[in-house]
């Protein structure tokens, strides 16, 4: 859905490149989602190309210093808690304490068959796989949970995350029952490509269900996806969704997620090419970033 058509050909060092460059230009964070293995009735939509998350952040936090490392999102319903906390705890050691771990219930029924995971009972194995992972990851050396499908105590994982208490967990999704589960689960909300006109009623929906749980005085962040982007007047038809313009007009434009409540926002760039994509990365953070404010 997000990919250009020059990406097909990419591999490692375009990957790296686009890391570096986003570095260099004061993004927050870098992202990376899973799939474990694609249908064939979904390859032509979807791809059969997805790197693994823990792999490719860890990767790319080996050439990098400070950019953040997100999985967006991981989709943790498909093994034991305890391997991925082992994974991501892994990560956050060897980045200096960058990871940001995104979760998600998963929709391809095909990969959950293949593992001999229940597709149908995802979201309630999410559930509890979090609450898992919030034991898994915290700072016990000898961490320990009880619950309907996981249990666990008396089992040592070395390394701890360099974050303390965690590292920050997020919960992606737009469904009734995602924002739900973002809201009483996560310390974040990542929406999957919520038109921005629909964004104040499920952040309003957030605070209330965190206020009812007695969440309100905790921090939370709440995430949203732009618009495609293009930084100026671009001289090929990059589609009628693209926002373009002037640095003040794009930072206008996206002023309006901070006064909705949002915290961070994703930013993806139309392009022809690598370097077309990091010019308006830099366009971006040069130019757009200090004129929003």
């Not at 990919?3 to 870098?30: N, Q, T």
């Not at 998963?106 to 593992?115: D, I, K, M, N, T």
């Amino acid at each position: 859905m997000f990919a250009e058509p020059w990406e097909a050909d990419a591999g490692p060092e375009e990957l790296l490149e686009v890391a570096c460059a986003a570095e260099r230009h004061g993004f927050g964070y870098i992202a990376c989602c899973e799939h474990v293995a694609i249908p064939r009735r979904l390859a032509t939509a979807m791809s059969t190309v997805w790197y693994d998350p823990v792999a490719t952040l860890s990767f790319l936090a080996a050439r990098t210093e400070r950019i953040r490392l997100l999985s967006h999102v991981a989709v943790v319903g498909l093994r034991h808690p305890l391997a991925t906390a082992k994974q991501y705890a892994t990560l956050d050691t060897l980045s200096g304490g960058r990871l940001t771990l995104g979760v998600g219930a998963g929709h391809v029924r095909e990969e959950f068959e293949a593992l001999g995971v229940d597709f149908d009972g995802r979201g309630a194995l999410l559930d509890e796989t979090i609450e898992a992972l919030k034991a898994a990851l915290g700072e016990e050396e000898f961490p320990s949970f009880t619950g309907e499908r996981f249990s666990f105590s008396g089992l040592g994982q070395r390394p701890r995350p360099v974050q303390r208490p965690r590292p920050p967990l997020w919960v992606g999704g737009s469904s009734p029952a995602a924002v739900r589960r973002a809201a009483l689960h996560g310390d974040g909300w990542l929406p999957q490509g919520d038109p921005r006109e629909v964004l104040p009623e499920r952040i309003a929906r957030i605070r209330q269900l965190r206020e009812k749980a007695g969440l309100a005085d905790e921090e939370f962040t709440v995430g949203a996806i732009a618009e495609p982007l293009y930084v100026g007047t671009p001289s090929w038809h990059v589609g009628r969704r693209t926002l373009t313009g002037s640095p003040q007009a794009l930072a206008a434009s996206l002023r309006e997620y901070a006064d909705m409540g949002v915290h961070q926002v994703q930013v993806r760039f139309r392009s022809r090419s690598v370097a077309e994509l990091t010019d308006q990365m830099a366009a971006f953070g040069q130019e757009v970033v200090p004129a929003a404010g």
